[in-house]
């Protein structure tokens, strides 16, 4: 789910608040009356080849879960040049382009999503020319006073003024504090056995996208360049850089109105609460209903040139592991030997892992997630990953 439509209730402010304050020390409760479900569309057409995507769903109010997808609507791209291109829904309130394309520089796009009830349209955008991304690094920093690892990116570009935003997907390492060979399971026969891991537990890798939005632009800057713009921050004791972590940074060139648009989204993420003194009301995007219903419609469709890097480091480039111990993502791990009744049922639930066997027929446990790293992510190794 996107960041945006998770901030769906800081930043539309359809919702009617009343608070009801009894007294200073009683919870603050919050009901929404009136409630006015509001569309919400959100694309990017990049300038990759590839399915593009774009994503509806509707407002949801504060008691709720999260915002509602928005499915059966009927998506299509148009361009200055006469394409059509159509979308289909692949999972509830996610639209993907039928055909691949990209957008390209100068040529005019037109988002149009007709629902059961309205139709709604984007102001046409024009694709972006090719953009750089000439370098990623990791420096060791500190950010508000908390010592760590920051990445930073570098971009160049011909045109002045130019708007970027960026996304990354982080990847790290996991391993067990301890590598064992064997397991304990209960035989055909009923009897404890000792046999050789059929699964890799000690070494994983876990994958997260960014949840941030990071913009930059070089429109009040004395040159076409964005130097040593900070993309992430991991503190010392962040269990990402443990062993080995990579990043790959993404960067999106967008138009000065996309630019503005997610300017203002960010200041509402980080904003504390939704009683801030930031209270912008309904947030305006490019997009407009056509028919007569009263629904109303907020988002962003836009077009982006992309460049992208990888970056890789570990954590001794950075810290020594005996004078700075690794960051741990187990709990306690103490091995353990239980009665005969209760080694059955921790086995048939899974809770814990063989450690030892102390004696014939005695045998040593230790919690599951002390030994197998798959608690915390998977034990594929990922194809772009490089030791």
């Known amino acids: 789910m996107s960041l945006f439509r998770n901030l769906t209730y800081r930043i539309l402010f359809a919702l009617g608040l009343t608070i009801s304050l009894v007294s200073c020390v009683e919870e603050l409760e919050l009901e929404s009356e009136n409630f006015e479900s509001i569309v919400i569309i959100e694309g990017i057409l990049t300038d990759e080849m590839k399915n593009q995507e774009i994503l509806l769903s509707n407002s949801y109010e504060l008691d709720e879960q999260g915002p509602s997808a928005l499915s059966n609507a009927e998506v299509m791209v148009q361009s200055s040049e006469g394409e059509t291109f159509n979308f289909s829904e692949v999972e509830p309130g996610v639209y993907l382009s039928d055909i691949e394309f990209g957008a390209r520089p100068s040529v005019g796009y037109r988002l149009n999503v007709i629902t059961s009830s309205n139709t709604f349209t984007s102001t046409e955008v024009v694709g972006e020319e090719p953009t750089s991304l000439d370098n990623i690094e990791s420096l060791e920093a500190k950010v508000n006073g908390v010592d760590g690892v920051a990445i930073v990116a570098t971009a160049t570009n011909d045109a002045p003024n130019s708007y970027y935003k960026y996304e990354f997907e982080e990847t790290y390492k996991i391993q067990s ?109 490019n997009l407009e209903s056509e028919g007569s219903s009263d629904t109303r419609v907020t988002g962003f469709f836009t077009t982006a040139a992309t460049a992208e890097q990888r970056l890789f480091f570990n954590y001794t480039d950075y810290y020594d592991p005996i004078e700075n111990p690794r960051p741990v993502i187990y709990g306690p791990c103490e091995e353990y030997v239980p009665t005969d009744e209760e080694l059955r049922e921790f086995l048939i639930s899974g809770s814990v892992r063989f450690f030892l066997e102390e004696n014939p027929g005695i045998y040593s446990v230790i919690i599951a997630q002390c030994v197998d790293c798959n608690f915390f992510g998977s034990n594929i190794k990922p194809n772009f990953w490089i030791d």
């Open 177 to 285: 504090p301890y590598e064992k060979f064997n397991d304990l399971i209960i035989n055909e026969q009923g009897e404890f056995e000792v046999v050789p891991k059929q699964n890799e537990e000690f070494t994983c890798y876990n994958t997260l996208p960014s949840q941030s939005i990071i913009i930059s632009s070089t429109s009040e800057l004395s040159s076409n360049s964005v130097n040593s713009n900070l993309i992430n921050f991991l503190s010392s004791e962040d269990v990402k850089i443990a062993y080995r972590y990579s990043i790959l940074v993404k960067q999106l060139k967008i138009n000065a109105d996309a630019h503005a648009f997610y300017t203002t989204l960010r200041n509402l993420s980080e904003s504390e609460n939704i009683f801030s003194q930031y209270q912008p009301g309904f947030l305006n995007g």
